[in-house]
């Protein structure tokens, strides 16, 4: 099925440990979000990238990087995790073609640090 | 700048209730406005959306109208069934479409 997909599901890290969390798309958009969503605060932005190339900064950028490797796979990662960084991370692509956007998302990633 | 209130949550109702999310929006110029439902357990999903001033979006039994005059894009449902529990999002897309405003989300738990 086309879509969205990030591995891994759930990962236990402890704190200073670094990880990267992966996305690929199969629907050719050219725009790619990192999410990340927490209890009462809806969800955050990270990262996004635009298009294949580029990387901008959203709301809450540290502690964080990202790699746009092609089209298709967006990467983002915690070179020292800690635990404010616990959380369940959505990565997400659009289309941006006029009328019809709107984003897909995958099924997210349960990361915990202790 | 942009940001989307929804109404908090969480709320409660017997199947076939009439539910009602309130979702008010701020922006510039003419955004669009979407619904996203994010079942337990797994990504949010495009519930509907609305493209511009007066369009009303719907699918599943859920519908929203775009109100510019109240910056409003509430989301209402005449009977809910057990399914419909889930998290719901009102979010928002600039006018350039170049980034995406959420609400915090309301919970919407459906009892028999």
Known sequence: NAGVTQTPKFQVLKTGQSMTLQCAQDMNHNSMYWYRQDPGMGLRLIYYSASEGTTDKGEVPNGYNVSRLNKREFSLRLESAAPSQTSV????SDSKRAGDYGYTFGSGTRLTVV | GNSVTQ?????TLSEEAFLTINCTYT????????????????G?????????ADDKGSNKGF???YRKETTSFHLEKGSVQVSDSAVYFCALSDQAGNQFYFGTGTSLTVIP
């Open chain 1, 89 to 92: 991370y959505f990565c997400a």
């Open chain 2, 7 to 11: 109404m908090e949550g969480p709320v």
């Open chain 2, 27 to 42: 922006a510039t110029g003419y955004p669009s406005l979407f619904w996203y439902v994010q079942y337990p357990g797994e």
């Open chain 2, 44 to 52: 949010l999903q495009l519930l509907l959306k609305a493209t511009k």
């Open chain 2, 63 to 65: 519908e929203a109208t």
